[in-house]
């Protein structure tokens, strides 16, 4: 394979003359700005004026060895790609410079061409890695589509918080698209190699939601026959979204509160902690403040959470962004139903443009997707995207005032009732309807005995 030539800005430190001036003339010759230093302390000053590309490091220098010294030379942003140099007998010390982070070693004795390759492809390595870090953003920002000034200011949020490892408080209403801008977030992230965990709060409860967030040890229950990595474990190095936050239940949130102040996991039925460097992510449509004062939510756990917020604009404080929207969605939904090409008419837009879209983003896309499944040619009219009447009717639970006085509990299980029944048993068109996620629904369903 060709390696690229790209020129970089390279700092040598070593402490033999020979090896000085043999770096800086081959690499020099090469086209890169070359700047030598013979000892830790003259390399550490030399990374404090100025940025460097690249750093080729002796290991053994007179003052301090270059894996102990690895650290403080990657303690930049960017930090340079670290190279160390190194004796035939110092070969397993470069290995473990490697896991500390230094990205390749040169065995003394080395020739011009071993040098040239090395730096070369090092640097063309972190050139394709910066390329491909640019297209992950630009991939993760442009799914969050829109021209609107409140998306415009959303993704210039992402763009500025990404790059931080703060902890992100994510709110907006149900189907604004709250998990795509934790994507986005951590994809415009350092950690954007690293895994992206979703872990939807709500979903589990009790020891089963502890076990899944923070793993078990062998016999810590009944059941647990094998040791578990937890999702906090699994997301080490990356990101972690915990979604429906304000779902997590009491007892669970002064351990979840400890990852954040300490990073460190204690495994269900565990006597030691595990260290983890992850990023979180929190998700609510709920307000946190409100949860706080009714006394749901630790205050500590929210202060922790929310050092960051960015708030998802609903659909309907964005309505220019409805048509690209809506086009976007019948050209994936064509995709998946393996249709050809499909046009929505003006006319569809329009009627699209004057709802209000109490589920946002989430029922827009579903909307279309019907539309796509059921149209019978390739143009999406205004048929196609509105629903029956019946369906767009108010839906109220009446209070009878010749009858009695209902309770608020009889009272919300028939609002229940009415609204499944107006959206033909359709619970997330129904949850959103509602004002509540898919799992608040499940859970009252089951309180109601309805389900």
Same mark, same amino acid.
């Not at 909307?367 to 149209?375: G, K, N, P, Q, S």
């Given at each position: 394979?060709?390696?690229?030539?790209?020129?970089?800005?390279?700092?040598?430190?070593?402490?033999?003359?020979?090896?000085?001036?043999?770096?800086?003339?081959?690499?020099?010759?090469?086209?890169?700005?070359?700047?030598?230093?013979?000892?830790?302390?003259?390399?550490?000053?030399?990374?404090?004026?100025?940025?460097? &590309?690249?750093?080729?490091?002796?290991?053994?220098?007179?003052?301090? &060895?270059?894996?102990?010294?690895?650290?403080?030379?990657?303690?930049?942003?960017?930090?340079?790609?670290?190279?160390?140099?190194?004796?035939?007998?110092?070969?397993?010390?470069?290995?473990?410079?490697?896991?500390?982070?230094?990205?390749?070693?040169?065995?003394?004795?080395?020739?011009?061409?071993?040098?040239?390759?090395?730096?070369?492809?090092?640097?063309?390595?972190?050139?394709?890695?910066?390329?491909?870090?640019?297209?992950?953003?630009?991939?993760?920002?442009?799914?969050?589509?829109?021209?609107?000034?409140?998306?415009?200011?959303?993704?210039?949020?992402?763009?500025?918080?990404?790059?931080?490892?703060?902890?992100?408080?994510?709110?907006?209403?149900?189907?604004?698209?709250?998990?795509?801008?934790?994507?986005?977030?951590?994809?415009?992230?350092?950690?954007?190699?690293?895994?992206?965990?979703?872990?939807?709060?709500?979903?589990?409860?009790?020891?089963?939601?502890?076990?899944?967030?923070?793993?078990?040890?062998?016999?810590?229950?009944?059941?647990?026959?094998?040791?578990?990595?937890?999702?906090?474990?699994?997301?080490?190095?990356?990101?972690?979204?915990?979604?429906?936050?304000?779902?997590?239940?009491?007892?669970?949130?002064?351990?979840?509160?400890?990852?954040?102040?300490?990073?460190?996991?204690?495994?269900?039925?565990?006597? &030691?902690?595990?260290?983890?460097?992850?990023?979180?992510?929190?998700?609510?449509?709920?307000?946190?403040?409100?949860?706080?004062?009714?006394?749901?939510?630790?205050?500590?756990?929210?202060?922790?959470?929310?050092?960051?917020?960015?708030?998802?604009?609903?659909?309907?404080?964005?309505?220019?962004?409805?048509?690209?929207?809506?086009?976007?969605?019948?050209?994936?939904?064509?995709?998946?139903?393996?249709?050809?090409?499909?046009?929505?008419?003006?006319?569809?837009?329009?009627?699209?443009?004057?709802?209000?879209?109490?589920?946002?983003?989430?029922?827009?896309?579903?909307?279309?997707?019907?539309?796509?499944?059921?149209?019978?040619?390739?143009?999406?009219?205004?048929?196609?995207?509105?629903?029956?009447?019946?369906?767009?009717?108010?839906?109220?639970?009446?209070?009878?005032?010749?009858?009695?006085?209902?309770?608020?509990?009889?009272?919300?299980?028939?609002?229940?009732?009415?609204?499944?029944?107006?959206?033909?048993?359709?619970?997330?068109?129904?949850?959103?309807?509602?004002?509540?996620?898919?799992?608040?629904?499940?859970?009252?369903?089951?309180?109601?005995?309805?389900?």
């Amino acid at each position: 394979m060709t390696i690229p030539e790209l020129r970089g800005n390279i700092l040598v430190i070593d402490d033999e003359r020979g090896i000085r001036a043999l770096c800086g003339d081959v690499l020099r010759r090469a086209g890169h700005q070359v700047e030598v230093a013979e000892t830790a302390a003259a390399g550490l000053a030399a990374v404090t004026r100025g940025a460097f &590309d690249l750093v080729l490091c002796d290991i053994n220098l007179p003052d301090q &060895d270059g894996v102990s010294l690895l650290p403080r030379l990657l303690d930049r942003d960017p930090a340079p790609t670290v190279i160390l140099i190194t004796a035939y007998p110092s070969i397993d010390t470069a290995v473990r410079g490697m896991k500390l982070g230094a990205r390749d070693y040169l065995g003394k004795p080395f020739s011009p061409d071993e040098l040239r390759l090395v730096v070369g492809r090092a640097l063309a390595e972190d050139a394709l890695r910066r390329d491909n870090a640019a297209l992950r953003r630009q991939l993760a920002l442009g799914g969050l589509l829109g021209d609107s000034a409140p998306m415009v200011e959303l993704r210039r949020t992402i763009e500025k918080v990404g790059a931080s490892d703060a902890t992100v408080l994510v709110t907006g209403e149900s189907g604004t698209g709250k998990e795509l801008v934790a994507r986005a977030l951590h994809l415009a992230s350092r950690r954007s190699t690293a895994t992206f965990v979703p872990v939807n709060c709500g979903a589990l409860v009790g020891s089963l939601l502890d076990s899944e967030l923070f793993g078990h040890v062998r016999g810590a229950f009944t059941g647990a026959d094998h040791a578990k990595r937890g999702l906090v474990i699994t997301a080490d190095k990356g990101t972690l979204l915990l979604d429906e936050i304000a779902e997590l239940p009491l007892e669970l949130q002064p351990k979840l509160l400890r990852t954040l102040q300490a990073g460190e996991v204690k495994p269900v039925g565990g006597t &030691d902690t595990v260290t983890v460097d992850v990023r979180v992510v929190a998700a609510t449509n709920r307000d946190l403040r409100a949860e706080v004062a009714a006394g749901r939510f630790r205050e500590d756990l929210y202060y922790r959470l929310a050092v960051i917020t960015i708030d998802v604009p609903p659909l309907r404080d964005r309505k220019r962004d409805i048509g690209d929207l809506a086009r976007a969605f019948a050209a994936a939904a064509a995709h998946r139903a393996r249709r050809g090409h499909v046009e929505l008419t003006e006319e569809a837009v329009a009627w699209l443009e004057s709802q209000t879209w109490p589920g946002n983003v989430r029922e827009l896309e579903n909307t279309i997707e019907r539309a796509v499944v059921l149209a019978a040619g390739d143009r999406i009219g205004v048929d196609d995207v509105r629903p029956p009447s019946a369906k767009h009717q108010p839906v109220v639970a009446a209070l009878d005032p010749a009858g009695p006085v209902l309770t608020l509990d009889e009272l919300e299980r028939r609002h229940i009732l009415a609204v499944l029944a107006a959206c033909e048993g359709g619970k997330t068109k129904a949850a959103a309807l509602l004002g509540i996620n898919r799992t608040t629904l499940w859970k009252k369903l089951n309180q109601y005995g309805l389900e």
